[in-house]
């Protein structure tokens, strides 16, 4: 064995080398959004590197309904929203590489990747978007503890498991987190035949959008339980129960509120972090908040010619925005592939009040002959009724949106005029939240 | 050793493959495999037996994974002579023999008190009386230079450089292949459940059925009373002492270079701080007596005890970027906190290698080399075997492979080009052969121990259902019967939707075509 493999590693010409305009990481719904805008923008040279078998992503697992109402104005399923894009990237001639893993991405854009046809090739880009999505919280990230037996899953793993290998992953299930991803899947694992005993919560109010506790929780009349959580998981082999408590304002477990659910599965939504490894490796910035890169309005990163969008920049809660916001990517990168864009002297800095989250796209920083608008996507911190969202510069509000219930599960757009822009009393954008009453 | 005679020699099936054996091993954990290994370098028979789907299942797999280097051992105790030899092992064979990550990163003792300077000096002269070597004392400067993580109370430190880190899993299995590939035999899933002694020798059952034996070695780790016990020699007893640990992201922003220990109190040893093999940070262990041997549940009231016990010496950790925590039991024979690793004189050809807590990993070739030499007492001189081979080497590792050399690789294997986890970058190809290995990976864990799907930051989300599959099809057996490790822990219940799968399949080629 060893010797075989002392006389591969010498010979260096095993590499494949390429040259492309523009690379993109991740074939799921950000990228192929991010691919077709491109094309559609005059780029024909486009690879799109994707390390499942199949394009769409997530979406592909997704089989329950509830895409697509934004931008295609009709309800689909996951499967069919990634087909339309699927299409049209192949209508387009897109170069789509499938089983194909990045290992690397340089900061002067060098992208290897590697697959089982062509080994390792080594891409020349001159831009890359970087759409790689997000992966699933674990148990261990949440410090819960107890034993580790077979029976505990991410919530996604679990849709994985039934929908793409038909296997039921256990049948009398905890599901811990109510993400959308956990209350789609309370629904689906009551559906297969498992029992939901409870979907646990540890904040006041559901992290998912209201649409899927109605129809995936109260339809079936499975207990959504909030302020508590599983504070320790019990057997040796298979799960056997669960410890529950109910937690303080501070997240504190509130001592003899202890009791215990008797389970074989436990199904984990509890947030879902950006895949930002190859990001960080490239030199990429990452906000503190949303775990994904720090980006202009164009979805550029602090390295030059990188981009990201999709789920790797922020967790989105409708595929439709993200979507929205990897064409803004893909159309971006074209233009400048293009010299059609001019940068900003100064860049315009976004800030936001403590009342929201987080606010993409950090700062404003080209000025696009062919843009009208820009728009500010933001999450709030909690839930909020009857608001306006305001945009002002220099105390002199620019816009705003109004917002009869604000929740942090669902992202807020307030789109600003481009027009706007060119006329501002100092390169600073500001949100905030008010009340209506205040107004 | 052809490779048909090889595979030959690990028994899966139902039955134990031999009816008698010169030597039997009992337990498949670090000291277990060493013992079997050391032994298989002699024209002897020798037959190990594990009652678990694999080696490496019990204290092996989870504790702090040092090569201590032997300046806190006793050298009244047996544990403390093994420490020091089993280091020199380490240094002179192991190391080259044994294609395993052993890193020599030494270790600091960090004093953060001026009144805990004393208790350095005592460490290095009794290191120095161990004849352990390069030990000094670094004062503070030469030492946050050395970890600039360190606390900024850190006075003083001892700096042992031949301390080491090792993988525990890739050293058991290191072990137990070489010692298949001399011609020694694994039986797994054969747990003992009775001894009986004979005119010459024992007959021992197993869940496989009977096997003769002219010695048995008992190596049960946590069971090692109830093994001994049933030969009659029942004047000790095993305590497990749960540790528990918390492991890191390899993509940390705190950089540790050594194992950093602080200052050991009367009762304990304290929080280690140590980097692991593959670069995460790895924090623990703390110390309590359990009643259950397979109690390996973590605790609040421990891993806060760990945390808080870490930040002792690194004061910047908190939890977040962990992505393990996992708790190890070890076991203890409390009366002398000793090893026991003796011919047991009233059952003469029944040796224990009991009690093997706190420095086992360091001591297992020592301990190997020791029981060697007990063997050679009952039976005379063993004869070498000329065939002996100490090398072994596990499957290539592609995560560490330059973009050239994987390339390389892929262009005469096509299955290394294959990711099956995105976290540690393991292809199927790694996956496979640690299922073909000379004892091979028949649980997702065992996999996991041998070639790390599973073990990054996701831990399996991504690549749990892929291995499964793999695991299925390697096995031939359906995917509702793939274990995460023992017996009864079979990760899913049911199938469903078949018919609509294979419906889908079918209309997926359909597509394929067009």
Not at chain 2, 42 to 51: F, Q
Not at chain 2, 355 to 383: C, F, H, K, N
Not at chain 2, 455 to 473: D, H, N, Y
């Amino acid at each position: 064995m060893t010797e075989s493999r002392q006389a591969v590693t010498s010979d260096v010409d095993a590499m494949r080398r390429e040259e492309h305009d523009l690379v993109v990481v991740g074939g799921g719904p950000a990228g192929l959004g991010a691919a077709q805008a491109a094309y559609d923008e005059g780029v024909d040279d486009i690879v799109i590197l994707e390390r499942d078998f199949e394009l769409g992503g997530i979406l592909q697992q997704c089989v329950h309904p509830g895409f697509g109402l934004e931008y295609f104005e009709e309800e689909l399923t996951g499967p069919e929203y990634a087909q339309e894009f699927i299409e049209n990237v192949a209508e387009r001639g897109v170069d789509i590489r499938l089983d194909t893993m990045v290992l690397e991405v340089t900061h002067d854009r060098t992208v290897y990747a590697v697959n089982d046809e062509d080994g390792v090739t080594e891409i020349d880009a001159e831009k890359v978007i970087l759409a790689m999505g997000c992966r699933e919280r674990t148990r261990d990230a949440l410090d819960i503890p107890g034993s580790r037996p077979a029976g505990i899953f991410t919530a996604g793993t679990a849709q994985r498991l039934i929908n793409m290998e038909g296997k039921l992953p256990g049948e009398k299930a905890v599901i811990l987190g109510s993400g959308d991803v956990g209350l789609i899947m309370a629904r689906h694992m009551h559906l297969e035949g498992a029992e939901v005993e409870a979907v646990l919560e540890i904040m006041p109010y559901t992290g998912g959008i209201t649409r899927n506790v109605v129809q995936c929780l109260e339809d079936f009349d499975i207990p959504l339980r909030t302020q508590q959580t599983i504070t320790e998981i019990h057997g040796n082999d298979r799960v056997e129960g669960v410890t529950v408590q109910e937690v303080d304002d501070d997240f504190e477990p509130i001592p003899g509120t202890e009791y215990e659910i008797e389970c074989d599965t436990v199904l984990l939504s509890v947030g879902l972090i950006p895949e930002n490894e190859l990001s960080v490796d490239a030199g990429v910035e990452l906000h503190s908040v949303t775990g994904g890169p720090i980006v202009d309005e164009t979805r550029e990163t602090n390295v030059e010619d990188i981009y990201a969008c999709g789920n790797v920049l922020h967790v989105h809660d409708v595929v439709d925005w993200v979507t929205e916001e990897s064409m803004i990517a893909g159309r971006s990168a074209a233009r400048s592939l293009q010299d059609r864009v001019e940068t900003r002297k100064e860049p315009i800095e976004i800030e936001s009040t403590a009342k929201l989250r987080y606010v993409v796209p950090d700062r404003i920083s080209t000025i696009d002959p062919d843009r009208e608008e820009i728009p500010l996507y933001m999450r709030v911190h909690a839930p909020m009724e009857d608001v306006f969202v305001t945009l002002s510069s220099g105390g002199e509000e620019l816009t705003r949106t109004f917002e009869r219930r604000a929740e942090p599960g669902e992202m807020v757009t307030l789109n600003v005029d481009s027009d706007t822009l060119a006329e501002l009393p100092e390169p600073r954008l500001e949100l905030d939240v008010v009340q209506r009453e205040e107004a | 050793m052809g490779g048909d005679n090889r595979s030959a020699r690990v028994s899966l099936g139902e039955y134990i493959m031999q009816s008698e054996t010169d030597v039997l091993v009992v337990g498949g954990g670090v000291t277990g495999t060493a013992i079997a290994r050391e032994l298989s370098r002699y024209r002897l028979d020798v037959v190990l037996v594990e009652k678990s789907p694999d080696v490496c299942t019990g204290t092996s797999k989870s504790n702090t994974a040092l090569i201590h280097a032997g300046f806190n051992a006793d050298p009244d105790k047996q544990k403390g002579r093994l420490n020091v030899r089993g280091n020199e092992l380490y240094h002179e064979r192991i190391q080259h023999e044994l294609d395993v990550p052993i890193e020599w990163r030494g270790a600091l003792v960090v004093a953060t008190d001026e009144s805990e300077r004393p208790k350095l000096e005592e460490l290095l002269e009794k290191g120095q009386r161990n004849d352990v070597d390069g030990l000094e004392i670094l004062e503070r400067e030469a030492l946050l230079e050395k970890e600039p993580h360190l606390t900024d109370d850190a006075v003083a430190a001892l700096w042992a450089p031949t301390a080491g880190i090792v993988n525990p899993f890739e050293l058991t299995v290191g072990f137990a292949n070489n010692a298949v590939e001399n011609g020694a035999s694994v039986e797994l899933e054969a747990e003992v459940t009775d001894i009986t002694k004979t005119d010459d020798g024992f007959t021992v059952e197993t869940a496989k059925g009977e096997i003769d034996a002219e010695i048995v070695i008992n190596a049960a780790g946590l069971y090692a009373d109830e093994v001994s016990k049933m030969v009659g020699v029942d004047d000790f007893e095993i305590t497990p002492r749960r540790g528990e640990y918390y492991l890191y992201d390899k993509q940390f922003d705190i950089d540790i270079d050594t194992t950093i220990f602080p200052v050991p109190t009367e009762v304990t040893k304290g929080i280690v701080v140590t980097p692991t093999d593959e670069g995460n940070l790895l924090i623990g262990p703390n110390a309590q007596e359990i009643d259950d041997k397979r109690d390996k549940a973590t605790t609040r009231q421990g891993l806060d005890k760990v945390l808080n016990g870490a930040q002792k010496t690194v004061p910047d950790l908190t939890k977040k970027d962990v992505i393990k925590e996992f708790a190890g039991l070890r076991p203890a024979i409390k009366e002398t906190g000793d090893f026991r690793i003796q011919i047991e004189e009233e059952v003469p050809g029944f040796i224990n290698a009991a009690g093997i807590q706190s420095p086992g990993l360091a001591s297992a070739p020592a301990t190997a080399e020791l029981v060697v030499d007990l063997v050679e007492e009952l039976r005379g001189d063993l004869e070498e075997d000329p065939a002996f081979d100490p090398n072994y080497s596990g499957p290539p590792k592609v995560r560490h492979m330059s973009h050239e050399e994987r390339a390389g690789l892929i262009e005469e294997d096509a299955r290394y080009g294959q990711i099956i986890c995105r976290c540690e970058t393991v292809t199927e190809g790694e996956i496979r052969d640690a299922i073909n290995q000379p004892v091979p990976a028949q649980t997702v864990n065992a996999i996991k121990r041998r070639v790390r799907p599973g073990a990054g930051r996701c831990q399996g989300g991504f690549c749990g259902p892929r291995v499964i599959e793999i695991l299925s099809e390697e096995l031939d057996i359906p995917m509702t019967e793939v274990k995460l490790e023992e017996e009864g822990s079979e990760l899913l219940t049911d199938e469903i939707k078949q018919p609509l799968l294979e419906k889908s399949h079918e209309s997926s080629e359909v597509n394929a075509d067009d």
